[in-house]
C-alpha cells in the first residue's frame, strides 16, 4: 500500500515562497507519476503541476506557470513542489498523488493514491 506524506505548508505573505515535499513510501519509487492539487475551500480540487517517473518531463496550471517548480528526488522516495511569488489566491490545501506510470499526468482520476494534504495560506 503507498502512503503519500505531505509537509511544508504554513502562512506566508504575499510574493513569499514556500517548498512542499511528498514523502512516499510502500513501494519502489521509480516508474511511479507523480503530482500536485489543490483545493480551496467550497471548490473542486483542482491541477497544479505533474512529473514523469524520471523527473524528464514536467506539466504545470497555467495559474502558476513561472512561479512553481515541480522536481523529484528518488533517492529520497521523495517530490517537491516549490512555490514563489505567492499569491493570497493560492491558499488551498495541497495534495501530492502517485500512480505507477512512464509519463506525467493531469487529471484527477489518473491518480491512485493520495496524500493527507498540507494548508498553504497566502496572507495580503
Known amino acids: 500500500q503507498v502512503q503519500l506524506v505531505e509537509s511544508g505548508g504554513g502562512l506566508v505573505q504575499a510574493g513569499g515562497s514556500l517548498r512542499l515535499s511528498c514523502a512516499a513510501s510502500g513501494r519502489t519509487f521509480s516508474r511511479h507519476a507523480m503530482g500536485w492539487f489543490r483545493q480551496a475551500p467550497g471548490k473542486e480540487r483542482d491541477f497544479v503541476a505533474a512529473?514523469?517517473?524520471?523527473?524528464?518531463?514536467?506539466a504545470y496550471a497555467d495559474s502558476v506557470k513561472g512561479r512553481f517548480t515541480i522536481s523529484r528526488v528518488n533517492a529520497k522516495n521523495t517530490v517537491y513542489l516549490q512555490m514563489n511569488s505567492l499569491k493570497p489566491e493560492d491558499t488551498a490545501v495541497y495534495y501530492c498523488?502517485?500512480?505507477?506510470?512512464?509519463?506525467?499526468?493531469?487529471?484527477?482520476?489518473?491518480?491512485?493514491?493520495w496524500g493527507q494534504g498540507t494548508q498553504v495560506t497566502v496572507s495580503s
Open positions: 512529473i514523469n517517473w524520471s523527473g524528464s518531463s514536467t
Open positions: 498523488a502517485d500512480r505507477y506510470g512512464n509519463d506525467y499526468y493531469i487529471r484527477r482520476d489518473e491518480y491512485d493514491y
